[in-house]
């Protein structure tokens, strides 16, 4: 999907994004034990964040202790029990019921529902189920770029934020590995086939889609490195050509090349 040629979708339904989710929530795969288990929990955690540890420096979950967090797109819950569990105060919402029935399910486990409201709704229009109030934090991990119309979503954004607030936000980069490996054939955009819509934004798009905002900064980060079949196997096998790389070579490659766009902004 080429940004100079579709900054909207309006051929993608909300029903068809929600449907998509719903089918295969994110990360649900992370773990073979039961689902709802605490070993389940646990493992999906320990997954996430071994191979994306870029996640809990950009988020600062310490940081937000005793402040009001909005998190988007919330999906099983994995960054909804670590704000909480800092001490936040979370409203967690997703446009996915299924994604919420687990993450729900997911608080029980930790103890930790009273400190978190979750909300199905659709973020390009957020007022209709979740009460206007000023957030601390407005945390959108790689769910903007998943909405047919990211522009009408960062305007509702705006609606919970005031002259205190951080937007934490990550979008899909478009020079980056991935979107090149996508682009030649070779990759799609989420580990399950056929995902509706997921736009890609270079520095300059993001700082348009953030017009109103001060963007504070924007760093670039990620870029998955292990054998696909082995690593369904929960096995962690680095492919041929980055085991190869001396690892400060690693790193300046996902600085420059990484597939997630890591957005600090506060309101203009």
Known sequence: MHNELVRVAPYVSIDRVQAYWDARPCNIRHSPKPIGSKEYFDEVERRRYFVEPHIPRFAQFERWGGKKVLELGCGIGTDTISFARCGALVTAVDISENSLEIARERAKVFDLANRITFQQANIEELS??????CYDLVYAFGVIHHTPDPARAVACVREYMGPQSELRAMLYAANSWKRIMID????????QFGCPVAFTYTEAEARDLLRGFD?????????????IDKYRQHEY???????????EMFHALKKSLGWHLLITATLA
């Open 215 to 227: 963007v504070l900064e924007i760093t670039q980060d990620h870029i998955f490195s292990y054998v």
């Open 128 to 133: 209709k189920s979740v009460p206007l109030q």
């Open 237 to 247: 096998e680095t492919v041929p050509w980055f085991a190869a790389m001396p690892p």
């Open 184 to 191: 030649a054939g070779l990759d799609q955009p989420e580990a």
